[in-house]
């Protein structure tokens, strides 16, 4: 069964101080791996898709990195609007598009 | 805004009773997906259509059903509501091109069962 973990579940960090997201994977073939952003109350919103070890892609202050177990995403001199939860998500290799989330990394970035 | 629209937006209702849950994927996806989210299980997938037929199948319990139109939205219905059942509930969508595809989430229904 495909497995997603997050880490930390929860952060608090000063504006401007970087910072580090984990998402480890295990799943049996991976296809992608996505990341979202969640705003309370509201629909996860689509950030990045890494397709294979050593993709990187970047928007802004966030860069998602991957590796054949674990996904990072990297906040860089964060703002108070980066504050949400940040979701990862893996879709398994075998022609089904079945999503499995992490249960998130909920962020606070504080003025 | 991702395209994707959902409605009601929020829905109050009593055990016992039955729903409907209403999503049009973006201009041009063919795949609709639904999600379950409660604050102690996380996104949870529910079940996916791709152009009006069942493509994959997730947690979802026997009393509840889904379907894609002909016109491409999708409905989720719940039947038989327990407490357990309040929680949000997301559509997405996607192109589904054959490979990876991106889903795009709607703003969610917010259920109550009281």
Known sequence: ?111 | DSGVTQTPKHLITATGQRVTLRCSPRSGDLSVYWYQQSLDQGLQFLIQYYNGEERAKGNILERFSAQQFPDLHSELNLSSLELGDSALYFCASGLDRGGTDTQYFGPGTRLTVL
């Open chain 1, 1 to 111: 069964e495909d497995q997603v973990t997050q880490s930390p579940e929860a952060l608090r960090l000063q504006e401007g101080e970087s910072s580090s997201l984990n998402c480890s994977y295990t799943v049996s073939g991976l296809r992608g791996l996505f990341w979202y952003r969640q705003d309370p109350g509201k629909g996860p919103e689509f950030l990045f898709t890494l397709y294979s070890a050593g993709e990187e892609k970047e928007k802004e202050r966030l860069k998602a990195t991957l590796t054949k177990k674990e996904s990072f995403l990297h906040i860089t001199a964060p703002k108070p609007e980066d504050s949400a939860t940040y979701l990862c998500a893996v879709e398994p290799n075998f022609g089904n598009e079945k999503l499995t989330f992490g249960t998130g990394t909920r962020l606070t970035i504080i003025p």
